[in-house]
């Protein structure tokens, strides 16, 4: 059984740094895309970040890039969103996810083609 157990998040003030952590169990993570999402209040789930099954693919929202930067530890099957210049509009509950299905090593943008979600972790930025 999929699971993804996520660790980190709190509250940083602008320009801060946070890192988040989705560890892996029941599967290895060269089996499946992990995607990084997040929901503010009132609005719709965004991609933030994927890395692919291979490693060889990470994708960056435009909203991110330059200052997130997604990684992975096999020996730990873990994966980390590394949070740099925190902006207040990067306040919102993140959620990494694993994809399955045909395709299951490859990223896809959209939330719906991810089935095994973390619990959420929420990020602050506030002064």
């Known amino acids: 059984q999929l699971q993804l157990v996520q660790s980190g998040g709190g509250l940083v003030q602008p320009g801060g740094s946070l890192r988040l952590s989705c560890a892996a169990s029941?599967?290895?993570?060269?089996?499946?895309?992990i995607g990084w999402f997040r929901q503010a209040p009132g609005k719709e789930r965004e991609g933030v970040s994927c890395i692919s099954g291979s490693g060889d693919t990470t994708t960056l929202a435009d909203s991110v890039e330059g200052r997130f930067t997604i990684s992975r530890d096999f020996a730990k099957n873990t994966v980390y969103l590394q949070m740099n210049s925190l902006k207040p509009e990067d306040t919102a509950i993140y959620s990494c996810a694993a994809r399955t299905g045909v395709v299951q090593t490859m990223c896809a943008a959209g939330p719906l083609y991810y089935t095994s979600w973390g619990q959420g972790t929420q990020v602050t930025v506030s002064s």
């Open positions: 029941g599967f290895t993570l060269d089996r499946h895309a």
